[in-house]
Antibody, heavy 122, light 111 residues
Framework: QLQLQESGPGLVKPSETLSLTCTVSGGSISSSNYHWGWIRQPPGKGLEWIGSIYYSGSTYYNPSLKSRVTISVDTSKSQFSLKLSSVTAADTALYYC??????????????WGQGTLVTVSS | QSALTQPASVSGSPGQSITISCTGTSSDVGSYNLVSWYQQHPGKAPTLMIYEVSKRPSGVSNRFSGSKSGNTASLTISGLQAEDEADYYCCSYAGSTTFGVFGGGTKVTVL
């Protein structure tokens, strides 16, 4: 059974960079059929796709966040990571990593991590 | 404001059927058969319920079905059960610039 687990600081200061890592187990991060994505959910609000990465390193970002987001992958560790710079209180959210089925006639998230809450506060 | 519009809440009695709408535009829902639906219970991660408009992943009850007409996708839950009480989110591919967009979510209450 594929499992994803987010990790990283739960508290980030305003203007600093949020950094999270997702560790994938029970399956290969290097499979040619899958991308790996980050989605966030502010408290009491809806879901927002942040971006996704293919094992080769190709990245795709939400245009509204693109200037502040970097997603990278380390296949040797079965991990992919998120960096969000210049954070403000508006970036306080539950951050999920997920397997992203994306290809010809494919676009959905079929496995999700449990999520990790990141609070932006001084 | 979310890119896809969902009703804030929908309710029904046990055994009834309910339908949740997800309205987009000709740039997302209307152009691609790539609408997915997610169920989220309080304090839990979302779970995939429907993908490619109407396909069900293995293990998802056949009480859940999806459809699309024009710019609006729909999720129908038949034979409503107490365990169906949750938030539901739609998602659609939106082209090679925007990529993907979610709806604002619908809270389903079983009366």
């Amino acid at each position: 059974q594929l499992q994803l687990q987010e990790s990283g600081p739960g508290l980030v200061k305003p203007s600093e960079t949020l950094s999270l890592t997702c560790t994938v187990s029970g399956g290969s991060i290097s499979s040619s059929n899958y991308h790996w994505g980050w989605i966030r959910q502010p408290p009491g609000k809806g879901l927002e796709w942040i971006g996704s990465i293919y094992y080769s390193g190709s990245t795709y970002y939400n245009p509204s966040l693109k200037s502040r987001v970097t997603i990278s992958v380390d296949t040797s560790k079965s991990q992919f990571s998120l960096k969000l710079s210049s954070v403000t209180a508006a970036d306080t959210a539950l951050y999920y990593c997920a397997r992203h089925r994306w290809g010809i006639q494919l676009y959905h998230f079929d496995y999700w991590g449990q999520g990790t809450l990141v609070t932006v506060s001084s | 404001q979310s890119a896809l519009t969902q009703p804030a809440s929908v309710s029904g009695s046990p055994g009834q059927s309910i339908t949740i709408s997800c309205t987009g535009t000709s740039s997302d829902v209307g152009s691609y058969n790539l609408v997915s639906w997610y169920q989220q219970h309080p304090g839990k991660a979302p779970t995939l319920m429907i993908y490619e408009v109407s396909k069900r992943p293995s293990g998802v009850s056949n009480r859940f079905s999806g459809s699309k007409s024009g710019n609006t996708a729909s999720l129908t839950i038949s034979g409503l059960q107490a365990e169906d009480e949750a938030d539901y989110y739609c998602c659609s591919y939106a082209g090679s610039t925007t990529f993907g967009v979610f709806g604002g979510g619908t809270k389903v209450t079983v009366l």
